[in-house]
């Protein structure tokens, strides 16, 4: 039933700006949501880039990406987003929206950014920051 599709991906040169959005169905991103989003590079495993939970407003970064990425949700889209500024090559990777039904332990875990943690994946979208 749990259904998250990504949009806004493409490519973009170093420096610029791009805005993906995850769109949710069958689970509901405004209240109580465990969320993330993670990258997968060529060659690499899948890595967190960003998490947040909506019932608090917790929101947690991987380093990397600290102070340039930023994960917020949309009440009334039910949509989840993250705004990447300052983009660099190393940030090109197919990028894939996740979701997990909330726990406390659930939200305890969110600041690993942890792939396992979540149940539910979109298809993932594709970046590409040229030099």
């Known amino acids: 039933q749990v259904q998250l599709v990504e949009s806004g991906g493409g490519s973009v040169q170093a420096g610029g700006s791009l805005n993906l959005s995850c769109a949710a169905s069958g689970y509901t991103t405004t209240t109580n949501a465990c969320m993330g989003w993670f990258r997968q590079a060529p060659g690499k495993g899948r890595e967190g880039v960003a998490t947040?939970?909506?019932?608090?407003?917790?929101?947690y970064y991987a380093d990397p990406v600290k102070g340039r990425f930023t994960v917020s949700q949309d009440n009334a889209k039910n949509t989840l987003y993250l705004q990447m500024s300052s983009l660099n090559p190393k940030d090109s990777a197919m990028y894939y929206c996740?979701?997990?039904?909330?726990?406390?332990?659930?939200?305890?875990?969110?600041?690993?950014?942890?792939?396992?943690?979540?149940?539910?994946w979109g298809k993932g979208i594709q970046v590409t920051v040229s030099s």
């Open positions: 947040i939970y909506t019932g608090g407003g917790n929101t």
């Open positions: 996740a979701a997990v039904y909330c726990s406390i332990r659930n939200i305890m875990c969110l600041s690993e950014l942890t792939p396992s943690l979540f149940d539910y």
